[in-house]
């Protein structure tokens, strides 16, 4: 099963995208899980998820704020969730 992970970013935020992509990476590679991550800082798609904190993840349509999951470990229960 391949796990959706999507990056919601405000339009000014965008720099510390690739640092979240790759411990998304990191975490599902060391939990044996595929990921898919799509990135988006379109003001109107980001408002679907009726966030203002960003970056903020959204997996399994769950939303996150990225500040609060507890870096890897956090990330790994999160993927492990959707299982």
Partial sequence: MRITVKILQSACN???SKEIKDE????ADEEGLSVEIEETSDL???MKYGTTNF???V????VRSYENIGGLDGLKQLL???Q
Wanted: proline residues 5%; contains cysteine.
């Fill in 55 to 57: 970056p903020a993840l």
């Fill in 44 to 46: 109107q798609e980001t």
């Fill in 24 to 27: 998304i990476k990191q975490a």
């Fill in 59 to 62: 997996i399994d349509e769950e």
């Fill in 14 to 16: 965008c720099s510390s």
């Fill in 80 to 82: 492990n969730r959707t």
